[in-house]
């Protein structure tokens, strides 16, 4: 059985992951000054990233169309016999729920729509070992199956410059921003259930990455599989690649990379935004 795997743009994946792992995508827009742009393709991130810097009023986002995804599904479905769709986390994005209400209308291709119930290098862990997994001739059934373990194991952690932009998009509470805005921390967030939640409150910026060390750490000494992470900036690369590069003197058995946040998850992180994400090494053999 061919099969083809989908995600969207929230992964960031590289031009060469996609073009490696033969990955497909349907893009995800925000919305400058009323204007729409599919991110990674009408708007790179360096670019939106400087506009907001000019601008009052913040940026909005947008979920791909249901005709993005039949678009995409129906000439898929001319190649393959399967289709797996892994998607930014339901509980901030309807991107997952526009892929399952199109998979049910389309029905000469069978689609497995799949809740990373995460964003970025976490969901993009998923993308990448399943699309591994069926170049290697797997199963649906068992590629779904190893990414409900990655998932399991996935950890992923974040700190903010302002959580001005998560409350007001509704992916923060309105009570846990006030919170922290009111006694002027930086709290460490991460993803439960599919929402993002703070983890620890933290009074400075380098002690909330330390905290976030501090948890890799954990997860090294309590593992018994090998681990791979991957650092996160929104357009904060130096700052990003410092962390990266202190992480892999600390400790040399992990295998780090370096990522980053686009437009879509940049509207409500803000510029500055740095964060860690860390799940099982598996075996490209």
Not at 25 to 34: E, F, M, Y
Not at 127 to 152: F, H, N, S
Not at 181 to 198: A, E, M, N, Q, R
């Amino acid at each position: 059985m061919s099969i083809a795997v989908v995600t969207d743009s929230t992964a960031y994946l590289s031009h060469e992951q996609y073009d490696l792992y033969n990955i497909y995508s349907v893009p995800l827009s925000c919305i400058v000054q009323s204007e729409v742009y599919k991110e990674e393709i009408d708007i790179t991130s360096e670019e939106f990233f400087l506009r907001v810097r000019e601008m009052d009023k913040l940026p909005t986002s947008s979920q791909p169309t249901v005709g993005d995804f039949t678009a995409l599904y129906e000439e898929l479905g001319k190649e393959y016999d399967a289709i797996i769709s892994i998607h930014l986390s339901s509980g901030i994005s309807g991107t997952y729920q526009n892929a399952v209400s199109v998979s049910q209308a389309i029905e000469h291709v069978e689609i497995y729509p799949y809740d990373s119930e995460l964003a970025a290098a976490g969901q993009a862990f998923q993308v990448i070992e399943a699309a591994k997994l069926a170049q290697k001739g797997a199963t649906v059934e068992e590629i779904l199956k190893k990414l409900d373990q990655i998932k399991e194991a996935t950890e992923l952690y974040f700190v903010v410059d302002d959580l001005t932009n998560l409350v007001k998009g509704g992916r923060l509470s309105r009570a846990a921003g006030s919170v922290a805005t009111l006694l002027s921390i930086k709290p460490v967030l991460t993803f439960v259930d599919g929402l993002i939640v703070p983890f620890d409150k933290i009074r400075t910026k380098k002690k909330a990455l330390r905290k976030i060390e501090n948890l890799l750490e954990e997860s090294v000494r309590s593992s018994d599989y090998p681990i791979q992470a991957t650092v996160v900036h929104a357009f904060s690369e130096q700052e990003g690649l410092a962390f990266k590069e202190n992480l892999e003197t600390k400790f040399p058995d992990v295998e780090f990379n370096l990522s980053f946040l686009g437009p879509v998850i940049g509207v409500h992180t803000g510029e500055g935004a740095i964060g860690m994400t860390w799940t099982i090494k598996t075996s490209d053999e």
